[in-house]
């Protein structure tokens, strides 16, 4: 058996510290609200991150293989599979291994870092470097205990590829082409979206070898392994593609092809459509829509998610910082230890592409931070070295490096302890859907807004019309009517857009192979009920209107928790379909701090209630109140409210929720709305909705229509 090197031993014994500390730092999330009974469902922790759920009930299905056509749980996919093959070998409840895997699998980060160092022969900057990006402010936000999405090897997988195109080009052996496609095939397999930052990588070895090293074949086989790893097609094809090519290279009578090789794989990438998904996501995150997007057909207009969603939002540059590198200091120190770097080293050049994707952030969102956060590592790591480098003694070398690295680990440590993130929901909730699962049929469906649709599909194993993946705005617009109107023609389009979510389904399994365009359910519904005008059809449902045959049931789970986001879920559907024109919003104002002085509730943001005159103040304005209700759980935690109608003709009324403490202020159309009515007041109507679970977080109704 051949006797490890010291060097080698020393790297396994960085890689097991920097894993060991990057797992250690994670749990204190884990200590902090273990036993915290409302973060905690069948005696675990429970997940902190909505789209977690959405993997889970892939791997959920596949282990109990009862998934079925159109309920769009994830069965196939990298992240369930994984996570089933692990639950199926792991002695661990489902709940624990879905909990901690973010936290055991984004730690290997440190593997492919101290790598990298080692084959710079600076093994002391790998380590350093694996300290500050295995806990760094963006890297940890999205790879924390609970944290279970595929972040937790987006930026390990990559950093893999990094590590073997910087041997490969640093070593010229072979066993680095098929290492460098196979990262490639894996790092595709478990994120579909890794295009753009695969053609970096290419596109950068293609200017280091121009430039550098122009002469050199194995920079031309390296190129064309990546490409044939990188088409658009099936995975086994562009494995067999990997593997046909990397026994030609390995035979030097082949080097006179390498040109036309390279060509060939050139073409196909380009025929394959491997540049269309890359052009697809920059128009998607850099050049985005505004306000609206259009659909084509009748051209109607929807409000664009993108505009809500904060992770796709502009941030400071304070803000860019921090997440990349923990402080400005550090950042800067970063940026400049990397340009320092990179003059010694011309290869760390292929970082750029992290780097220039983590700079996105500024104009992409704050999402695209963590790219930056292992390669900007170095650089700080790189200027720690070299000033121990430069000093007269081991012992001040050491020292100096200890110190430093203490001082940039510092103010991530602490924004880990003071990363307090819940749980998606708490327990109370959970226990609703968990009863709903032994209620509903599978088939059903429960309609609610977007953010909880993967919990509802993990937890209650019904269907959903909207979720995180399924948002457009054109399956937003009919779930915000009909949780912002009124209850009669709620009802009436939620029967409509169900029964035709799955004609829809049916129509393209049916016309799979033919050139057959579906529009949204709202275009179809208005073109199948003989209107040319949405606005129309969407009048029509106040009257007489012939709804489709019932094919399976369908409930509305109303979280209370929503009452922070109706005014963002009513948006959705406050628009002209027809002209893109935004309607005048509709009042809807929550107050959870609130401060009484006698007479005068004063509500914050210039918003207040006189009690004795029975007037709202918003502004300069003085409006009159038409009626003040106020609700409570008694004892039974059943509902009892008082309302007390003052001026039927004014146009706002105020809900006191004493049980929650909270105010809200509303208009007609917000008072009179779906959600205000079941979940606020549960004032339904007997005809149209029946109560099934009532409880003061969520409150689920079956449709009877």
């Known amino acids: 058996m051949k006797t490890l090197t010291k060097e080698t031993k020393l790297t396994l014994l960085y890689i097991t510290i920097a894993f060991v500390f990057s797992i250690a730092l994670r749990m204190i999330w884990y200590y902090e609200f273990n036993g915290y009974e409302p973060f905690m469902f069948n005696n675990q922790l429970m997940i902190n991150t909505n789209d977690g759920y959405y993997w889970a009930e892939g791997a959920r299905d596949m282990l109990s293989g009862a998934s079925q056509k159109n309920d769009l749980s994830p069965v196939s996919s990298a992240a369930s599979l994984l996570t089933a093959f692990f639950a199926a070998i792991l002695p661990f409840s489902f709940e624990s291994i879905i909990l901690f895997m973010p936290a055991v699998m984004s730690s290997l980060i440190v ?79 478990w994120y579909p979206q890794s295009y753009s930052l695969e053609f970096a990588f290419f596109g950068l070895i293609l200017l280091y070898a121009l430039v550098w090293d122009r002469k050199n074949f194995y920079n031309y086989k390296l190129l064309a392994i990546m490409l044939f790893a990188m088409m658009d097609i099936d995975i086994l094809v562009r494995f067999i593609f990997v593997i046909a090519s990397f026994f030609i290279f390995k035979q030097e009578r082949f080097n006179k092809y390498i040109y036309h090789i390279l060509a060939a794989s050139i073409v196909l990438f380009f025929a394959s459509g491997g540049f269309n998904p890359i052009w697809g996501q920059l128009k998607g995150y850099v050049l985005r829509d505004s306000v609206t997007a259009v659909q084509d057909g009748m051209g109607l207009h929807f409000y664009s998610v993108l505009q809500t969603v904060r992770e796709a939002g502009h941030i400071s540059f304070e803000t860019f910082a921090s997440r990349i590198s923990g402080h400005i200091i550090t950042f800067i120190a970063a940026v400049a230890g990397y340009i320092y770097l990179v003059y010694r080293y011309k290869v760390m050049l292929l970082g750029l592409p992290l780097i220039g994707l983590g700079f996105l952030a500024y104009v992409g969102g704050l999402r695209f931070t963590i790219y930056a956060v292992p390669v900007l590592a170095f650089g700080v790591a790189f200027l720690i070295t070299e000033i121990a480098r430069v000093l007269p003694t081991k012992k001040l070398k050491y020292l100096s490096m200890l110190a430093f690295t203490l001082m940039i680990l510092y103010p991530n440590i602490m924004h880990i302890k003071e990363y307090k993130v819940p749980t998606v929901f ?280």
């Open 426 to 705: 708490n327990a109370d909730e959970v226990s609703v859907l968990d009863k709903l699962k032994n209620i509903a049929d599978r088939e059903d469906y429960v309609v609610a807004w977007w953010d909880y649709g993967y919990p509802i599909r993990y937890y209650s194993d019904v269907k959903t019309l909207v979720d995180g993946g399924k948002h457009s705005g054109a399956v937003n617009f009919p779930v915000s009517f009909m949780l912002s109107n009124p209850q009669d023609v709620a009802a009436k389009l939620a029967r409509l857009d169900v029964e035709y979510t799955e004609r829809a389904f049916k129509i393209a399994e049916e016309n799979r192979d033919k050139n057959l365009t579906l529009f949204s359910n709202i275009e179809e519904m208005t073109k199948d009920y003989g209107f040319k005008d949405t606005n129309d059809f969407l009048l029509s449902l106040e009257g007489d209107v012939k709804l489709p045959q019932k094919t399976r049931d369908i409930y509305f789970y109303l979280p209370y928790r929503m009452t922070n986001i109706y005014s963002t879920v009513a948006t959705f559907s406050n628009i002209d379909l027809m002209n893109a024109e935004m309607g005048k919003d509709a009042l809807f104002y929550m107050s959870n701090n609130f401060k009484q002085d006698k007479n005068i509730v004063n509500l914050g943001n210039n918003i207040s209630f006189d009690m004795q005159n029975a007037t709202v103040s918003i502004g300069k304005n003085v409006v009159p109140v038409k009626r003040f209700v106020q609700t409570a759980y008694d004892k039974d935690m059943k509902l009892v409210k008082k309302i007390d109608t003052i001026n039927e003709s004014a146009p706002i009324s105020i809900i006191y929720m004493s049980n929650y403490n909270a105010f809200l202020v509303l208009d007609e159309t917000s008072y009179s709305s779906l959600y205000v009515q079941l979940m606020v007041l549960e004032e339904y109507d007997r005809g149209l909705f029946e109560e099934v679970i009532l409880s003061p977080h969520a409150k689920v109704y079956r449709l009877k229509i």
């Open 111 to 189: 593997i492919p870092i101290i790598l990298i160092a080692k084959n710079l022969n600076n093994l002391e900057m790998g380590f350093i470097a694996a300290l500050l990006a295995s806990i760094g402010h963006s890297y940890y936000n999205r790879t924390m205990i609970g944290y279970y999405d595929t972040d937790m090897l987006n930026i390990v997988l990559p950093m893999f590829l990094l590590w073997s195109i910087i041997w490969a080009v640093r070593t010229n052996e072979d066993k680095y082409l098929l290492i460098t496609a196979l990262d490639i095939l894996v790092y595709r397999w």
